[in-house]
């Protein structure tokens, strides 16, 4: 087959317990642009067991075709059945590009979808583009994040790349958009189902994921200490967010790595982002400038952070996070 012969942007439908992933509809809006760029269709393969309502709400979000595969060994993930029904989509219907989220899932099963099919994996992409060729070019941090490289699969397809969550745009769900739902059968060969899923312990919080949360109160190192942080933790609680840092604050011990933002952390949009101390570098920017209205409080008024914010404050955070604290409260 020539490599014009592969056609479709299949994504990779991630859901946990019934509930479609945010990264999954992400995913689904970029197929959709590309797939417009391209004159292709946008394949959604959702995997599970009674799964197949959720397949009109995934048209609803870009997709062409839903290919349900809907079985008792895909109930819970583990890797084998997961990919021995991607592979078999794939071989079946020749696609041209496979998405799937960066997520702990889809770095386990995208790699290993990849070998089986002998085709390359671009892990952790941080955007897609099309290429002059029609191709796909797809951009990750290289070398610790000090480079992004943009990668292409030039001789082999599908073109695969797992995509971090937070960094693509769903499109508006519409349900007037039709499409087609395929109940996609496979053959599973049991006896390559060597691991089986005994029990599931979730571990407890209340926090919820950053990059998640529609408002995110952040602090770097002008936050200082452990009272800077409860400070902020108190504010959070006032404005029912959730806190995140800078890596400086993750590096002291802080606060745990889920809570980073930027280049090696989490890319987080929120509807309101405080950055407390922040100094503005780079790699924390390049986490959530698309942040919908960013709030900078900073001692230093040349400090980067006030290039990407909406208001900028300057003065001591940890004065300005009580007074603010205060005031919301009363
Ligand atoms: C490969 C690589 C990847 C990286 N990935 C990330 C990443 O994912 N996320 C990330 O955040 N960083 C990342 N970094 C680190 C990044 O370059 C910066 O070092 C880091 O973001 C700085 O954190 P900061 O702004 O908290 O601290 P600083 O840069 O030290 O800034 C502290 C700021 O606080 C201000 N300040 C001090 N006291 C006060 C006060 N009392 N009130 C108000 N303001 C005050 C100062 O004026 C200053 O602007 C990465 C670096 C590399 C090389």
Redesign the pocket.
């Known amino acids: 087959m020539n490599l014009e012969d592969y056609k479709g942007i299949y994504v990779f439908i991630e859901q946990r317990e019934g509930f479609v992933q945010n990264v999954a509809l992400e995913l689904l809006g970029q197929a959709r642009r590309l797939a417009d760029e391209l004159n292709d269709k946008v394949y959604a393969m959702l995997l599970g067991h009674n799964i197949a309502a959720k397949a009109q709400g995934l048209i609803a979000a870009g997709a062409d075709e839903v290919l349900v595969v809907d079985a008792p060994e895909l109930a819970d993930y583990t890797t084998e059945p997961y990919t021995q029904a991607i592979c078999k989509i794939i071989n079946d219907r020749k696609p041209d590009s496979v998405l799937i989220g960066a997520t702990t899932l889809g770095r386990d099963l995208g790699p290993r979808v990849s070998a089986r099919v002998k085709t390359g994996l671009t892990a952790d992409c941080t955007k897609i583009e099309v290429g002059a060729n029609r191709e796909l070019l797809m951009t990750r941090p290289a070398f610790?994040?000090?480079l992004m490289a943009t990668i292409v699969c030039k001789n082999h397809r599908p073109q695969m790349g797992t995509v971090r969550p937070g960094v693509l745009f769903a499109i508006d769900a519409d349900t007037s958009r039709e499409g087609i739902i395929t109940d996609y059968k496979v053959e599973f060969d049991s006896s390559k189902i060597k691991v089986k899923l005994v029990k599931t312990v979730k571990e407890e919080t209340d926090l919820i994921d950053i990059t998640e949360a529609r408002i995110l109160v952040s602090g770097?190192?002008?936050i200082?200490n452990q009272e800077g942080f409860d400070a902020m933790d108190s504010l959070a609680t006032t404005l029912d967010a959730e806190v995140s840092a800078?890596?400086?604050?993750v590096d002291a011990g802080y606060i745990g790595h889920e809570r980073?933002?930027?280049?090696?952390?989490k890319t987080v949009r929120p509807d309101l982002y405080f950055a407390f101390?922040?100094?503005g570098?780079i790699?924390?920017v390049a986490?959530m400038e698309d942040s919908d209205l960013i709030i900078a409080?900073?001692?230093?008024k040349d400090?980067p952070i006030f290039q990407v914010s909406d208001l900028g404050i300057v003065g001591?955070?940890?004065q300005i996070i009580k007074k603010l604290n205060e005031r919301l409260n009363k």
């Open positions: 610790g994040g000090n770097g190192r002008g200082g800078s890596r400086a604050m980073q933002v930027g280049q090696t952390g101390g922040i100094s570098a790699q924390h986490g409080v900073n001692k230093d400090a001591d955070a940890k």
